[in-house]
Antibody
């Protein structure tokens, strides 16, 4: 069965960077886009970007260019998102989700990022 | 841009409710609907505007194409209390609607 296992919660200082992971299993990792979504406490869903692990092709929403960097490691079937120059606005839960037929059909459990001094 | 309405909705058990999503440009049928229960991850309900995702109860249905879309929940159940989001997949960025919070009267 398809599973997306995300890395654990992060506590980071302002200005630091964090690298979140999303390990996929139960399907061919390189054949599906992997999307990333942000959700701040009590707020809605915000699309960050997507990566195609087969060739590393990425797309980002303008707001996250320079903030988020998506990569993928085919050997471990793991997608990564690095968030840089963290501020309090980056405190949120971040989800990875597999894209099938232009829909996010399987989601990871989410990774909480807290930015605090 | 996706304009979703209403932002909140209160209905009685057994009611039929409708949530709408309007796209600022033609997105054909590339629209998904998600359900997010409090404290849980989002779950796919409907893809390509009207296709029910595996395991989703048949009381959920989606319709529309182009710029106007609806999610209908018939015979409302207690477990349907959640926030619902639409998302377009026609072109990057794949924007979400602002969400509709549904509760039971």
């Amino acid at each position: 069965q398809v599973q997306l296992q995300q890395s654990g919660a992060e506590l980071a200082r302002p200005g630091a960077s964090v690298k979140l992971s999303c390990k996929a299993s139960g399907y061919t990792f390189t054949s599906y886009w992997m999307q990333w979504v942000k959700q701040r406490p009590g707020q809605g869903l915000e699309w960050i970007g997507t990566i195609y692990p087969g060739d590393g092709n990425t797309r980002y929403t303008q707001k996250f260019k320079g903030k988020a960097t998506l990569t993928a490691d085919k050997s471990s079937s793991t997608a990564f998102m690095q968030l840089s120059n963290l501020t309090s606005e980056d405190s949120a839960v971040y989800y990875c989700a597999r894209e099938y037929d232009v829909a996010m059909d399987y989601w990871g459990q989410g990774t909480s990022v807290t930015v605090s001094s | 841009q996706m304009n979703q309405s209403p932002s909140s909705l209160s209905a009685s058990l057994g009611d039929t409710i409708t949530i709408t999503c309007h796209a600022s440009q033609n997105i054909n049928v590339w629209l998904s609907w998600f359900q997010q229960k409090p404290g849980n991850i989002p779950k796919l309900l409907i893809y390509k505007a009207s296709n029910l995702h595996t395991g989703v109860p048949s009381r959920f249905s989606g319709s529309g194409s182009g710029t106007g879309f609806t999610l209908t929940i018939s015979s409302l159940q207690p477990e349907d209390i959640a926030t619902y989001y639409c998302q377009q997949g026609q072109s990057f960025p794949f924007t979400f609607g602002s969400g509709t919070k549904l509760d039971i009267k």
